[in-house]
């Protein structure tokens, strides 16, 4: 390979690798989801509103482990600009997910409107976008999988790194 094909090709993994521990964390939202959604039904709600509890459980659950663990870029500090973003991009992902869900649910088929297959196709689709706009817009300045900052890189205050002394 020649110099930025090389480049180029480490990028493209880690962006596959980001992709997938991405989608790591939505089987876990799937399954917070899933159980939220069974819970709220068990309990006598319809079907559609023990959806709306789910997804916003599922929302909080993905948001803090992708935050922390896939894009590790949270920090109090910019918290509420992170959330407002992602409750944005994911919002739009998952109006589309609740409106796959309803709509699968409503043709009142055998197959199709089982709660856990439409579940399964509605997330599908919502993860596509959620990547999309979890990756470039909710956690934009993250570097994922890229070197933590230890003793060795971190800034002092003036910005400057610190200077290696040795012990008198």
């Known amino acids: 390979m020649r110099g930025g094909q090389g480049a180029n090709h480490v990028s493209k993994l880690n962006e596959a690798k980001t992709a997938a521990l991405f989608a790591a964390v939505g089987c876990v939202g799937f399954a917070t989801d899933y159980l939220v959604l069974r819970l709220g039904t068990g309990l006598g709600l319809s079907p559609a509103v023990a959806r709306i509890v789910s997804l916003l459980c599922a929302m909080q659950v993905t948001f ?6 896939v894009f590790r870029c949270l920090s109090w500090r910019k918290l509420p600009r992170q959330w407002g973003a ?7 992902g998952n109006v589309c997910n609740y409106w796959i869900f309803v709509t699968l649910i409503s043709l009142h088929s055998s ?3 089982d709660h856990l297959l439409a579940l399964g196709v509605s997330s599908f689709f ?5 990547y999309l706009g979890t990756r470039f817009i909710a ?5 994922p999988h890229g070197p ?4 060795d890189r971190a800034a002092s205050p003036s910005g400057q790194s610190p200077a290696k002394t040795s012990a008198p």
């Not at 919502?126 to 959620?130: K, L, S, Y």
């Open 64 to 69: 803090t482990i992708n935050g922390l663990f």
């Open 86 to 92: 992602y409750l944005a991009t994911n919002g739009f």
């Open 111 to 113: 197959i199709w409107s």
């Open 126 to 130: 919502a993860w596509m976008i959620n």
């Open 139 to 143: 956690f934009r300045t993250a570097r």
């Open 148 to 151: 933590r900052p230890g003793p």
